[in-house]
């Protein structure tokens, strides 16, 4: 079985502020490891996704994450956060013999101007 | 990119009725469609994992009876809510894998409030 644990259902930076959200994950197989953003009544769009080789993950609109095997973590940052960066995000694990996600309860970053 | 859509985006009905929602892959074939339900603040939620010309294949605790899952054609699933109550208020969405190995696109989403 799989789970995702996000720290933190509310995070606040201030604009121009280093963003960092934290995600650890189970699994008993090596993961898929996804980022996803969802607006306000919308659906969800991926940010970055982690499946093999580099560590280092880069994605969308200048964030990035790390995979971390030995402390089972993925965690999400941006080095200067936008107004437009206010949003829900969720991390996400699936392994390949399904597809299915398994989502983390998510976390709501507000931007302070 | 690839662009999933959903229909309708909001919906509201009365309770006892039935609502069709529909999810289409608009520039590519999903070879399996997923199900999810949100709750306001809260995670998504696996619900079913459909694939075309086959029987959905429901998580632990949905009842299938009640959520109806029709994969008719690679570009479209359809979810019906049946006897739709006040509790199945929710946030619905839905995403379809183009390949397998590749990453799931999400659909907008389908608001449904039964009154």
């Known amino acids: 079985a799989q789970s995702v644990t996000q720290l933190g259902s509310h995070v606040s930076v201030s604009e121009g502020a280093l963003v960092l959200l934290r995600c650890n994950y189970s699994s008993s197989v090596p993961p898929y490891l996804f980022w996803y953003v969802q607006y306000p009544n919308q659906g969800l769009q991926l940010l970055l996704k982690y499946t093999t080789g580099a560590t280092l993950v880069k994605g969308i609109n200048g964030f990035e994450a790390e995979f971390k095997k030995s402390e089972t973590s993925f965690h999400l940052t941006k080095p200067s956060a936008h107004m437009s960066d206010a949003a829900e995000y969720f991390c996400?694990?699936?392994?390949?013999?399904?597809?299915?996600?398994?989502f983390g309860t998510g976390t709501r970053l507000t931007i302070i101007p | 990119g690839a662009v999933v859509s959903q229909h309708p985006s909001w919906v509201i009905c009365k309770s006892g009725t039935s609502v069709k929602i529909e999810c289409r892959s608009l520039?590519?074939?999903?070879?399996?469609m997923f199900w999810y339900r949100q709750f306001p603040k809260q995670s998504l939620m696996l619900m079913a994992t459909?694939?075309?010309?086959?029987?959905?294949?429901?998580e632990q605790g949905v009842e299938k009876d009640k959520f109806l899952i029709n994969h008719a054609s690679l570009t479209l699933s359809t979810l019906t809510v049946t006897s739709a109550h006040p509790e199945d208020s929710s946030f619905y969405i839905c995403s379809a894998l183009r390949d397998r190995g590749n990453e799931q696109y999400f659909g907008p989403g389908t608001r449904l409030t039964v009154t």
């Open positions: 459909s694939n075309e010309g086959s029987k959905a294949t429901y």
């Open positions: 520039d590519f074939q999903a070879t399996t």
């Open positions: 996400a694990v699936s392994d390949l013999s399904d597809e299915k996600l398994t």
